[in-house]
């Protein structure tokens, strides 16, 4: 069979990209369902874009290359088309755009969108030994009917990163780019908890409290969250890109407070309180208890000289952690690295070398931030392949 477009992997910007290339197009993915990702995302609401998307917001070997598909389809465009299909949204917090009710109803839209493309899917299906001559890209599809042999003038690789192998995430987008030549970097799991050593935050699992953890050179202010395993919560989940393997993360536990200036002023009105009660007024108790059975926080605010106030602030102001890893691929919500940029036009996410081959969404070594950047990345590089297969 004979099609224009191939796309593989019918995610976020495989349905993006095949609602919007025009000509024949099919869309194959080895799940039972298109954009499973979309569905559990945002818990089930789907945080869809950021108000703040930008460049800035997101890692790259070539920190420029995301620039112009954000720049040619914004988070104001796929606002404009969620608000086109009557999807009722909210912000939730620092720009984070999600669906009122739930993230299935994005998946209607871009299937919908598909369906009046008449974009062929095919679900539960596979591709093997991937060809390619002047006419375009040959492949064997395995569908539940049987086996046939396709040939498309355009492929499109959209089979995202590695995260959560057990909704069917492969590498299967790399093995295809190197080959047909092009480079991947180095990938790992972001968007990730950290792990520590003997369940060292277990005593408090459960424990939130607002945060500013600096990682690298990156530095993010959320909520932090103890956990059985380690530390979780959008604070750490963004370090976690930063972070290199052995490197402490440093950790504010009062963002904002003076802490030094408040325990003294407290001293002088009431010295006889104990510092760790007077510590639970500025952090959860079960924190202070945990932190007091580490060091030595006995004794009453009159018993503590500024000397050592001074040191205790600046050690809860900064403290700091070295992790022992991450949860890896199998809770992490993204793979920082992937297709080399350096292979594609930016513009259109078409290979430099191979014409016709394009590598669009997380496959690229494209990673936002938490809070919707991904989903952006996504819709802009998926519109920008089907608008270059388009013209
Ligand atoms: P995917 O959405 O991963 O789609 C890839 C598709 O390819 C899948 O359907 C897969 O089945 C298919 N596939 C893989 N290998 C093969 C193969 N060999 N053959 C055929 N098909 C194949 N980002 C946000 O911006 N906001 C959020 O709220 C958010 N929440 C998230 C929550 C979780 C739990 C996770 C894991 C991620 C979340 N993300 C979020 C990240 C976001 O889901 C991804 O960045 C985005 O889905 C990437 O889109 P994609 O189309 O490139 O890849």
Redesign the pocket.
């Known amino acids: 069979m004979q099609y224009d477009t191939a796309i ?7 349905m993006m990209c095949a609602a919007h290339a025009g000509g024949r197009v099919l869309l ?4 039972k369902a ?5 569905r ?3 818990g089930g609401r ?3 874009t950021n108000m703040h998307c930008a460049p800035n917001a997101f890692l790259s070997n070539n920190p420029h290359f995301a620039k112009s598909a954000l720049a040619r389809y914004t988070q104001w465009d796929f606002l404009d088309l969620v608000e086109r299909h009557r999807i009722a949204w909210h912000e939730k917090t620092l720009g984070q755009l999600f669906c009122d009710v739930s993230a299935k109803e994005i998946i209607a839209m871009l299937r919908g969108l598909m369906q009046a493309a008449g974009v062929d899917l095919r679900l539960q299906s ?2 093997a030994n991937i060809t390619r001559r002047e006419s375009g890209f040959s492949f064997d599809l395995q569908t539940p009917d049987g086996l046939r042999r396709i040939t498309a003038s355009n492929l499109v690789l ?4 590695k ?2 192998p057990k ?4 590498g ?1 987008a790399y093995d295809i780019a190197r080959q047909f030549g092009l480079p991947v970097t180095e990938t790992r799991a972001a968007l990730v908890p950290f792990t520590f050593p003997q369940a060292r935050f277990a005593p408090i699992s459960g424990v939130a409290l607002p945060s500013i953890i600096n990682a690298g050179a990156a530095s993010f202010e959320e909520a932090l969250l103890f956990t059985h395993r380690g530390l979780s919560g959008p604070a750490v989940l963004q370090a976690s890109s930063y972070w290199q393997d052995g490197a402490p993360v440093c950790i504010d536990l009062l963002p904002h407070a003076d802490l030094f200036t408040l325990l003294r002023e407290q001293r002088q009105r009431s010295g006889r309180r104990n510092l760790t009660t007077e510590l639970s007024r500025h952090l959860p108790t079960r924190l202070v208890d945990f932190l007091a059975e580490d060091m030595d926080l006995g004794g009453n605010l009159a018993d503590w000289p500024d000397s050592r106030l001074k040191e205790l602030a600046d050690t809860l102001k900064n403290w700091q952690l070295t992790p022992s890893g991450t949860e890896g691929y199998r809770t992490a ?2 793979t920082l690295g992937g297709i080399d940029t350096d292979a594609l036009s930016s513009r259109s996410m078409q290979s430099r070398e191979v014409p016709g081959l394009y590598a ?4 690229v070594d494209v990673t ?1 931030w938490l809070g ?5 990345w ?1 819709w802009s590089s998926g519109m920008a392949a089907a608008r270059a297969i388009a013209t």
């Open positions: 593989i992997g019918a995610g976020a910007a495989g194959i993915d080895h799940a298109p954009g499973e990702k979309i559990i995302s945002g789907c945080n869809f596979s591709v959209a089979t995202g990163g995260s959560i909704m069917g995430a492969t299967f919500e993204v669009i969404g997380e496959a936002g919707g950047y991904n989903f952006q996504a």
